[in-house]
């Protein structure tokens, strides 16, 4: 079996975030044939991570056999109108091969941190645009060891939410990308890039947008209206620049990160009655 095992790695510190403990263990597979015969002859509890973009790792680790994917499942292949992109391949590293190939549609992907099997788990989306109008079919591996392609109907992608199977891992996608024109590709990508610098905060340990919005608000007002912006606990901030992100700025742990969180929800709460969700994923203990 190729693929790498590591123990005791530090998981927390390959955050963006750069906080929370270490891993017991890692796997990382290159193929799908190391992912199945893991899972095959691994009985112990088991936890899928991506890049770490939109994760905290809570201070005291993570028990759990991580999975992190690696190798072929970094790989894409474009075809006639779309491209076949293995789940652990990055958002902007997908957006950017696209723009070199003349394909439209994925421009969206350059203003999202993380990799495509998060992506998918989350319909993640910006720019107007999101994961449900360009993906074709995924496929997953099942608990069982099998394989299956899966159609957008199927998993109910809705807002920063799907119905995945239990247990499923995303392995890889077809994501819909027809030719598009070189100018307007750019034109696009450069309007995103110049909206994250200048209405979020860059160079800066954070995991992206911290909360959900809730049907008919934006988070970031509901935290502002709750005199949240530049709240903060220790080295955890959040931010003046953009409300809806948490931010680390320096020293912080995971733990000051989710207590900031979690008041933030209750004075969001408290003023408008409206509960805010995370939708950054808190792993570990």
Not at 9 to 35: C, M, N, Q, Y
Not at 91 to 120: C, H, K, Q, V, Y
Not at 152 to 179: N, W
Not at 243 to 267: P, Q, R, Y
Request: charged residues 25%; glycine residues 10%.
């Amino acid at each position: 079996m190729s693929g790498k095992i590591y123990e005791n790695f530090p998981l927390g510190k390959r955050s963006w975030f750069g906080t929370g403990g270490h891993a017991e263990k890692v796997f990382i597979p290159d193929t799908l044939e190391d992912l199945q015969n893991f899972l095959k002859n691994s009985p112990e509890n088991t936890l899928i991570v991506g890049a770490l973009s939109n994760t905290l790792v809570r201070d005291s680790g993570v028990k759990e056999t991580v999975i992190r994917l690696g190798g072929d499942f970094r790989n894409y292949s474009f075809d006639k109108d779309g491209v076949i992109v293995g789940a652990a391949c990055l958002d902007m590293t997908l957006a950017s091969a696209a723009a070199a190939e003349n394909r439209s549609g994925l421009e969206f992907l350059s203003g999202i941190p993380g990799s495509l099997g998060g992506a998918i788990a989350m319909n993640a989306g910006a720019s107007g645009s999101e994961m449900s109008h360009i993906l074709d079919w995924v496929e997953v591996l099942l608990p069982s060891g099998k394989c299956a392609i899966l159609y957008p109907h199927e998993i109910h992608l809705s807002y920063r939410h799907s119905e995945l199977p239990q247990g499923a891992i995303v392995t890889r996608m077809r994501l819909h990308a027809p030719q598009g024109n070189h100018a307007d590709i750019s034109e696009k990508m450069k309007a995103i890039k110049l909206h994250r610098t200048t209405a979020q905060p860059s160079k800066v340990k954070t995991g992206g947008s911290t909360f959900k919005n809730p049907e008919g608000h934006s988070a970031w007002k509901l935290i502002d209206e709750s005199g949240c912006r530049g709240k903060r606990r220790g080295d955890a901030m959040i931010s003046e620049k953009h409300c809806n992100f948490l931010i680390n700025l320096g020293e912080a742990t995971s733990k000051d990160l989710e207590f900031l969180g979690d008041e933030v929800i209750d004075l969001v709460q408290k003023k408008s009655g409206i509960t805010l969700q995370w939708e950054i994923k808190r792993i570990g203990q």
